[in-house]
């Protein structure tokens, strides 16, 4: 089993940056897809990024349309973290954030993901 833990989340205003990581505990994740999606109220839980490892121990990462170029995710191995570094964050990017971890190759598809943490809200004033 992995157990994730969400930090990071607060309120900032519109065109602040906001770092959210996720550690991992009860297994070394180098090898999992780890997946950052988020959900607002009255909406749908949908994917932001993800990073997966490939091969020559490289990572690859995926982002979602609507934050390529505002938000990064990077991975500590050492640490068994994974960190979605967010920048000109804007109002509509108010939402609970997730982590999310998988065995299997990427996915966008927040129905994929074994493991979870609990959430942390990212609230971004106008």
């Known amino acids: 089993q992995v157990q994730l833990v969400e930090t990071g989340g607060g309120l900032v205003q519109a065109g602040g940056s906001l770092r959210i990581s996720c550690a991992a505990s009860?297994?070394?994740?180098?090898?999992?897809?780890m997946g950052w999606f988020r959900q607002a109220p009255g909406k749908e839980r949908e994917f932001v990024a993800t990073?997966?490892?490939?091969?020559?121990?490289?990572?690859?990462?995926e982002y979602a349309d609507f934050v390529k170029g505002r938000f990064t995710i990077f991975r500590n191995n050492r640490e068994n973290t994974v960190s979605l570094q967010m920048n000109s964050l804007k109002p509509e990017d108010t939402a609970v954030y997730y982590c999310?971890?998988?065995?299997?190759?990427?996915?966008?598809?927040?129905?994929?993901?074994?493991?979870w943490g609990q959430g942390t809200q990212v609230t971004v004033s106008s």
């Open positions: 999310a971890a998988r065995q299997a190759a990427e996915s966008r598809a927040y129905t994929e993901y074994e493991y």
């Open positions: 009860g297994r070394t994740v180098t090898n999992y897809t």
């Open positions: 990073t997966r490892w490939a091969a020559g121990w490289t990572y690859i990462a």
